[in-house]
């Protein structure tokens, strides 16, 4: 069964420092993968994805993130993080494999990040 | 660009009522979404469709109803509201080949 894990509910960083958030996945099919992230009271917007290629991808406002087959995870970081970093963050999981449903996707139970200034 | 719109922001609706969430999308994808989220739960899809007239349930399809008549509308319809259905719903769209998700700001429903 298709399921996404996101081992940490909420995360408690200070400002400037560090930041991984972490997710694990199990699914049968060549996956494809996404982070999220909504700010109170929106939608969820895309933060940065991997399809296939090179297993660092980069996404929008410095964050990045790294697939590893070997370990089925795809590990969120941040070098520096900023206070208005602080939102739910969100894995998910879809198939790659032709005759999918695009988009169909199975997300995780989000992370909340706050920020200490 | 407007995006993903939908209507109504917020909803209370008495047990047994019936009501439509509207979802619009302006950017001409064929593939559409209802998601559902509860607090701690993410997000869990209700239905989808693929195109004008195709649509298919989700992992929680009970007690929701869709149609896809135009590729822009995709409504959800709650027919006998029951406090289970106490979320936000969320519709989202998306393009072929794997493009992502684009997500409108969502409908928060408290059914009392």
């Known amino acids: 069964a298709q399921s996404v894990t996101q081992p940490d509910i909420h995360i408690t960083v200070s400002e400037g420092a560090s930041l991984e958030l972490r997710c694990n996945y199990s699914y049968g099919a060549t996956p494809y993968l996404f982070w999220y992230v909504q700010s109170p009271g929106q939608g969820l917007q895309l933060l940065l994805k991997?399809?296939?290629?090179?297993?660092l991808v980069q996404g929008i406002k410095g964050f990045e993130a790294e697939f590893k087959r070997s370990q089925s995870s795809f590990n969120l970081r941040k070098p520096s993080v900023h206070w208005s970093d602080a939102a739910e963050y969100f894995c998910?999981?879809?198939?790659?494999?032709?005759?999918?449903?695009?988009?169909?996707?199975?997300f995780g139970r989000g992370t909340q990040l706050t920020v200490w200034p | 660009n407007a995006g993903v719109t939908q209507t109504p922001k917020f909803r209370i609706l008495k047990i047994g009522q019936s009501m439509t969430l509207q979802c619009t999308q302006d950017m001409n994808h064929n593939y559409m979404y209802w998601y559902r989220q509860d607090p701690g739960m993410g997000l869990k899809l209700i239905y989808y469709?693929?195109?004008?007239?195709?649509?298919d349930k989700g992992e929680v399809p009970n007690g929701y109803n869709v149609s896809r008549s135009t590729t822009e509308d995709f409504p959800l319809r709650l027919e006998l509201a029951a406090p289970s259905q106490t979320s936000v719903y969320f519709c989202?769209?998306?393009?072929?080949?794997?493009?992502?998700?684009?997500f409108g700001n969502g409908t928060r429903l408290t059914v009392t």
């Open positions: 989202a769209s998306s393009g072929a080949g794997g493009s992502p998700l684009h």
């Open positions: 998910a999981v879809g198939s790659a494999d032709r005759g999918s449903t695009l988009g169909r996707l199975y």
């Open positions: 991997y399809f296939s290629g090179d297993t």
């Open positions: 469709s693929v195109g004008a007239g195709i649509t």
